[in-house]
């Protein structure tokens, strides 16, 4: 894995070294000799990651990153302060400027390569959502940077595994000023706590007794519940070699003991804000391809759904020898509905309309609109027989039950017209659809309201 580095130091020498090092691992480096220059770098988009010193002349560090995760543009960039202070003040102070992680000089080669691999990992996988999130966007989703620079990461869901109450309960009491704190001492009941919890933090001691604290964190990411919940480790301070393998293995963030509590709740609020975005860059995704599959007014499948979906199910009927019946329904006289009293009170037709075929069909059975007034019904695994029971008692719901239009203010009759077809052996999508189309339009011309199976 590489990754384009952007190395920020007033001191050449310094940019020298960390260059050195990370182009020795096969990273993509460029540099920066001040904080202004590195902030022009990031609005161009031309790095993965910040290794951002402290003490600079012209704008420290911690005002850089401040200006970079308060811009929607740049704040998804990892930013790694390095310093020669080892203060926990110093820490806090960059942790709530927006710092990711903190290396202090002289920077140790292992820690280095450690952490960089591991938020150039953790930005590829936020970098592919942010991108399907940004072509959301086009369609009318708004996108999550301007929620997430002002989301302060309290309030959040944390899960603390520690098997030594005078540790977990210290925790515990600082991090409920801010959180909901819940507590597992049994390593073995962890993974199942986390996985039921919808937690938005994990935070796990190293140092469990006779358990291997970094098994436990394997466990976490393999687990599809689970995979992306953040996970903060305590460690002692030298417990370097775990720590590396650690990150190895998707620990996301590290607080060394003794523990400072301001540090603990910077470092906490940090990885709840990054969960958070990548929680709405997900669910932008999601909701993104239900708008690309689905009819926006009355929520059932499109009729570009239908005609990938129906292709697979028709293959798999036929291969297995099973029945497939596809319903063609069509609202009788919808235009007059709209001619009549608008076009708001046909919408409101329609959703109600969809509703009631929601009602009446299986969850295996696929409903879709396919434009205008017309839906399509597919039935897997059901013959003629059942599904003409279906398609009756359906046109019997729709003519018993009058249909609210103008919110409520009054109601309409409305009646459907239904033909019915199903797949015969070696038939393809097209022709089943084309004979249930033929069948409505018989059960259309004999005077609607009715039922009319393909006539074969």
């Known amino acids: 894995m590489t990754a384009r580095v952007l190395v920020v130091d007033d001191v050449a020498a310094n940019v020298k070294l960390l260059e050195a090092r990370l182009s020795a691992e096969y990273f993509d480096v460029i540099t920066a000799m001040s904080g202004a220059?590195?902030?022009?770098?990031?609005?161009?988009?031309?790095?993965?990651?910040?290794l951002l010193d402290v003490m600079m002349p012209d704008m420290d560090g911690f005002e850089v990153c401040r200006r970079l995760k308060t811009n929607p543009a740049t704040h998804h960039i990892p930013v790694v302060m390095v310093t020669a202070l080892d203060e926990p003040s110093g820490r806090v102070r960059g942790l709530e400027a927006g710092a990711d992680d903190f290396l202090t000089k002289p920077v140790s080669e292992l820690a280095l390569i450690a952490r960089v691999r591991s938020l150039a990992r953790l930005k590829m996988v936020t970098d592919e959502l942010r991108m399907r999130a940004l072509t959301s966007r086009d369609i009318g989703i708004e996108s999550p940077e301007r929620e997430a620079v002002a989301d302060s990461g309290r309030g959040g869901r944390v899960l603390i595994v520690d098997d030594r109450p005078a540790s977990h309960e210290r925790i515990a009491a600082t991090l409920a000023a801010e959180h909901t704190v819940a507590v597992e001492a049994d390593p073995n009941d962890a993974l199942f706590h986390a996985a039921d919890g919808n937690y938005d933090l994990l935070i796990v001691s190293l140092e469990l007794e006779n358990f291997d604290a970094l098994r436990l964190c394997s466990q976490i990411r393999s687990l599809d519940r689970t995979r992306n919940l953040p996970i903060l480790a305590i460690a002692e301070p030298d417990n370097n070699a775990r720590m590396v393998r650690g990150l190895e293995i998707g620990v996301n963030d590290f607080l060394l003991?003794?523990?400072?509590?301001?540090?603990?709740?910077?470092?906490a609020r940090s990885q709840v804000r990054k969960r958070r975005y990548t929680e709405r860059l997900r669910d932008n995704v999601q909701i993104s391809i239900e708008m690309a599959i689905t009819d926006a007014l009355t929520g059932l499948f499109n009729r570009r759904y239908m005609e990938n979906h129906i292709a697979t199910l028709v293959e798999q009927a036929t291969a297995r020898g099973k029945p497939l019946t596809v319903l063609a329904l069509d609202i009788d006289h919808f235009k007059s509905i709209n001619d009549t009293?608008?076009?708001?009170?046909?919408?409101?037709?329609?959703?109600?309309?969809?509703?009631?075929?929601?009602?009446?069909?299986?969850?295996?059975?696929?409903?879709?609109?396919?434009?205008?007034?017309?839906?399509?019904?597919?039935?897997?695994?059901?013959?003629?027989?059942?599904a003409a029971m279906v398609a009756e008692r359906l046109r019997r719901r729709i003519a018993a039950e009058p249909f609210a239009i103008h919110k409520g203010a009054r109601s309409i009759p409305v009646t459907i017209s239904i033909g019915i077809a199903a797949v015969r052996q070696n038939d393809d999508p097209a022709a089943v659809l084309k004979r249930a189309d033929e069948a409505l339009y018989r059960a259309k011309r004999d005077g609607r309201n009715r039922v009319v199976p393909d006539a074969a």
């Open 37 to 50: 220059e590195a902030l022009a770098i990031c609005a161009r988009a031309e790095c993965d990651l910040v």
């Open 341 to 386: 009293y608008g076009h708001d009170a046909g919408d409101d037709v329609l959703r109600d309309f969809a509703l009631r075929i929601k009602r009446s069909i299986r969850g295996i059975d696929l409903a879709c609109r396919c434009g205008g007034e017309e839906f399509v019904i597919v039935m897997p695994e059901t013959d003629m027989a059942v």
């Open 257 to 267: 003991r003794p523990i400072d509590k301001n540090e603990l709740l910077a470092r």
